[in-house]
């Protein structure tokens, strides 16, 4: 037996640590937001339904979404733009431009594709294709699912329209109240038809054939050409407006040059892509778009030379007929007058005003084409028409249009890098404005210098004809018809030549754009992709699943580790850390064992308590008497106490030493049960002073070595008013008394500061233990255990309970220890000892 000796610690510099510590214990309690992985992942085991079920769930709901919906095909095509290399070309040959070739190359292969991908273009071809024309039978469903395509062995012969369809093209709604109605499609015989709108006729037409009425236009045709629709068969025909599908179809056009983004040179190729449900409309679509586009440039391109060629054309057609004329008149009068010739002096007279007659014409053609150059200058074409500038045989016109063409291309590169208002947009619009202005001067100095050489002209010729005035009558009148017919000839010639040279320059503007490659639709939709979607579903359910787990642990009010324990309260002595003993559970009131359960003793939770044991021999060397009266608290019920101190004393006893456990819980006492002991008298008994101390002893039997005692102090019956029964002196007296007979005093007491009966018990012992479960106590409710622990002013250790982590200190919870499991596990017990001491 060991001498009495005095409640207070012992070791004196134990007590000033725990006080130099104090505060940490709450300044680490901010510790406790970082995120523990190790248990995350331990409550993603046991919490693993929430992920598996939601991504199956995911899953599971993407495939029915997938087969419910509307499958999209994409067809694809490109066109070859001949009219941007041609003008790069060009563009590289001028040595001015060639400084800034890629500028003039760009803004025109950009431009042509804003124009493929316009309003205007766009609606043409809705109207070429007939894709705003739906025209179907009562029976027919106008959307196929992905799940028939699916089922059909993704065939592509469910999209082919029926053998008895039709389909019409070249729509023209004048009435704009027809769009949307449904109208009816009546046959007759030969392929005649009418089309009704309710009882009012709208058109009447035959298959293959243009149909127009006021207010609507089209041509209808088969699909299949060997069928022919019976009289009285009858379609309802739906026509859109071609703005509404042009706003609905609009997102799925893409229109891009060939190679771009990739750092390759400039190719000349766009590709044309579309996406539609039904493959053969988007197949079609997308070829009525490239051939409207290359019908509306060339009509584009054309155009500027055809104005020169017509008015050249009008000339000539007028000439032609004066000559015609006055040849008839020549040849009549000389006829009737016998006057065959005229003098030699008359026919120089005659071939001058010819020759006036011609530069008149000249300078009238040179006249009209400086007025077209001005008129084109006040619209915003980016260039001005080339021919036109070579009639005029102006040095200075040709150089200021060059630049001018180089100008309007750099403001279109411009215009796509920067806004209206930035520097460089404001100095490329002062420029052109420049060019324009000096080419507006020139053409009206030409203008003017043109009218003065007319009004010479015309001076001159009124002068020849004075001069031959003087002739007789008979050969004034032949050498008037003479002079008409000659000089009408030479005019008719120079026009002639001045015709082909703009039929030249109108062959020059046929535009050299092609269609490359017709479109192709692609055999598997581009939307939805089963596969894809279903993994994405799944992946999503996951997602949602692993952020339940997630905020469920962020949520969670309770320790999730013995880490995050140990981060917040560094300050507390740690003694041990003890497992989860699923075959040993006497806390738990569904568990009531008819023997006490010793865990074997190579287990990992018989190893834990060995290590324990190990520490309070430790801390009992460290002083006289330290250590040996210990009282187990906790900050809830539940925590495990009861079972760590039972447990605690086996091993302490197992190990030849003299314990007493005192149930000291009067609230809910439970240690009898377990020990499967009488429950009074006992300790309500002796403070009531109803019983003598030993005479409350239970001895536990178990198989002990010769000289171990374990023995139980039950509570006794559950007093009215526990706390005032824990405060008596006669508490004080069993404790002096029973250190005198035992070795260790284990007293198991009500958690703190839910009831307050541990203040009064600490005072008499030599260290208090606090069981913290994980995954059990609330950190709240441990913090303000821990204060009043630290207030009570007595050593103080801590013991991590239920561990669920498999090798969290080496052990393997449940099996057996290997040889570097017990090195890990005495290296990290002597460092923690080293630190506390």
């Excluded at 002595?573 to 003993?581: A, H, M, S, V």
């Excluded at 495990?640 to 809910?668: E, F, H």
């Amino acid at each position: 037996m060991t001498d009495q000796t005095e409640n207070m610690p012992s070791n004196k510099n134990e007590l000033i640590f725990d006080r130099r510590h104090l505060d940490n214990a709450v300044v680490v309690h901010d510790e406790g937001d970082k995120i523990d992985l190790s248990a995350l992942i331990q409550s993603l085991k046991l919490d693993w339904r929430w992920p598996v079920g939601l991504t199956g769930a995911g899953a599971i709901l993407a495939g029915i979404i997938t087969f419910t919906s509307v499958p999209v095909f994409e067809s694809s095509g490109s066109i070859y733009l001949g009219n941007a290399e041609k003008d790069a070309s060009l563009a590289n040959a001028n040595a001015n431009v060639a400084l800034l070739a890629g500028l003039s190359q760009a803004p025109n292969i950009d431009t042509q594709i804003q124009i493929m991908g316009s309003r205007d273009i766009i609606e043409k071809a809705i109207s070429r294709s007939g894709m705003n024309v739906s025209i179907f039978k009562m029976h027919e469903s106008p959307k196929i699912h992905y799940w028939g395509w699916w089922s059909s062995g993704h065939s592509m012969s469910i999209y082919k329209p029926l053998k008895d369809s039709v389909r019409a093209n070249l729509v023209k709604v004048d009435d704009t109240k027809i769009y949307g109605k449904k109208l009816d499609l009546l046959f007759f015989e030969s392929g005649n038809y009418e089309i009704k709108n309710g009882k009012k006729l709208l058109l009447k037409g035959v298959l293959g054939l243009p149909a127009v009425a006021p207010d609507l236009s089209l041509v209808l045709k088969l699909n299949e050409q060997h069928f022919i629709p019976k009289k009285g068969d009858k379609y309802h025909m739906v026509v859109q407006s071609p703005l509404m599908v042009y706003r609905e179809i609009n997102d799925n056009i893409s229109i891009s040059e060939a190679g771009q983004g990739d750092g390759s040179a400039k190719s000349f190729l766009v590709n044309l892509t579309f996406k539609n449900a039904n493959p053969f409309v988007s197949q079609k679509f997308l070829n009525s778009l490239m051939l409207t586009y290359l019908d509306q440039t060339q009509a584009w391109s054309s155009g500027e030379a055809a104005t020169t060629y017509g008015y050249l054309n009008t000339q000539l057609d007028k000439v032609r007929s004066a000559l015609e004329t006055a040849d008839k008149h020549l040849a009549g009068y000389q006829s009737r007058s016998g006057v065959l010739s005229v003098t030699s002096n008359a026919q120089a007279l005659i071939t001058q005003m010819a020759n006036y007659e011609s530069q008149k014409s000249a300078l009238e053609l040179k006249l009209n084409s400086l007025q077209q150059l001005s008129a084109e200058l006040d619209t915003s074409h980016t260039k001005v028409n080339p021919y036109l500038v070579s009639s005029v045989s102006d040095t200075v016109l040709n150089g200021l249009s060059d630049k001018l063409i180089v100008a309007e291309n750099k403001k279109s590169s411009l215009s796509t890098l920067y806004k209206s208002a930035a520097p460089e947009m404001i100095q490329i619009n002062s420029e052109v404005s420049s060019i324009k202005s000096a080419i507006r001067n020139v053409i009206s100095n030409q203008k003017t210098a043109t009218h003065q050489e007319l009004n010479s002209l015309d001076a001159a010729i009124s002068r020849y004809k004075e001069r031959m005035g003087q002739y007789p009558k008979e050969a004034l009148q032949v050498l008037s018809l003479t002079r008409s017919s000659e000089v009408l000839g030479k005019l008719y010639m120079f026009l002639l030549e001045k015709q082909e040279e703009a039929a030249i320059s109108q062959a020059n503007t046929v535009t050299k754009n092609r269609i490359l490659d017709t479109a192709i639709v692609h055999d598997l939709p581009i939307s939805p992709v089963g596969g894809r979607n279903i993994l994405m579903g799944g992946f999503l359910g996951l997602l949602i699943g692993l952020s339940i787990v997630f905020a469920k642990f962020l949520a969670y009010k309770g320790f999730h580790s013995e880490e995050e324990i140990e981060r917040r309260y560094p300050a507390l002595p740690l003694f041990g850390i003890i497992p989860e003993y699923t075959d040993f559970n006497p806390a738990s009131r569904t568990i009531k064992p008819s023997k006490i359960l010793v865990p074997e003793a190579r287990s990992g939770y018989g190893e834990a308590m060995r290590l324990l044991r190990s520490k309070l021999y430790l801390d009992v060397s460290s002083g006289k008497n330290a250590g040996r009266v210990l009282m187990l608290s906790s900050a809830s019920q539940g925590d495990g106490k009861s079972t760590v101190g039972t447990q605690l004393a086996i091993a302490l006893a197992q190990d030849g030493k003299r314990v007493l456990i005192i149930d000291a819980d009067l609230r809910k006492p439970h240690l009898h049960e377990v020990l499967q002991a009488k429950q009074k008298p006992g300790l309500v008994d002796y403070l009531a002073d109803n019983a003598d101390w030993k005479s409350c002893l239970n001895p536990i039997d178990l198989k002990l070595p010769t000289d171990a005692v374990l023995d139980l102090i039950p509570a006794g019956e559950i007093p009215p008013s526990p706390a005032e029964l824990i405060g008596q002196a006669r508490m004080e007296e069993l404790i002096n008394q029973a250190r005198e007979e035992y070795n260790y005093i284990l007293i198991d007491t009500a958690p703190y500061p839910m009831v307050s009966d541990g203040l009064t018990i600490a005072t008499l012992v030599d260290r208090v233990l606090s069981v913290v479960k994980v995954g059990q106590t609330a950190r709240g409710g441990f913090h303000d255990h821990v204060q009043g622990i630290i207030q009570m002013n007595r050593p103080r250790g801590l013991i991590i309970n239920a561990t669920n982590k498999i090798n969290t200190l080496g052990y393997n919870y449940g099996g057996k220890l290997t040889l570097v499991d017990r090195l890990k596990l005495a290296f990290k017990n002597l460092m923690q000892l080293k630190n506390h001491k």
